[in-house]
Nanobody
């Protein structure tokens, strides 16, 4: 059974930082690429960031324009963990954040390419 478990969400003031974590199985990490999406109240889920990798090598970081320079996506191979470091947070970043996996080589921005999703973690940024 595939499990993706997010953690690290919370309430933070504008300008603050949070680091989201996503725990995955070793097989997921070795075979699939992964990404982060978010869904704000009343809005559709949107792409945030993704990594593409092959084996031990990271091939690409793909970021949504609105988070470039503020968010960083990374992974820890030894721990089978995916991270999203979020700095300079804004109220418009408030959303439930999800990690998800997609087959290697699949387009990173399309949510329909992702086959398994975590349960989500709430991020609330106050002004």
């Amino acid at each position: 059974q595939v499990q993706l478990v997010e953690s690290g969400g919370g309430l933070v003031q504008a300008g603050g930082s949070l680091r989201l974590s996503c725990a995955a199985s070793a097989r997921t990490f070795s075979t699939y690429s992964m990404g982060w999406f978010r869904q704000a109240p009343g809005k559709e889920r949107e792409f945030v960031a993704a990594l593409s990798w092959s084996g031990g090598s990271t091939l690409a970081h793909i970021m949504q324009d609105s988070v470039k320079g503020r968010f960083t996506i990374s992974r820890d191979i030894a721990k089978n963990m995916l991270y999203l470091q979020m700095n300079a947070l804004k109220p418009e970043d408030t959303a439930v954040y999800y990690c998800a996996r997609r087959p290697a080589g699949a387009p990173p921005r399309d949510e329909y390419e992702y086959d398994y999703w975590g349960q989500g973690t709430q991020v609330t940024v106050s002004s």
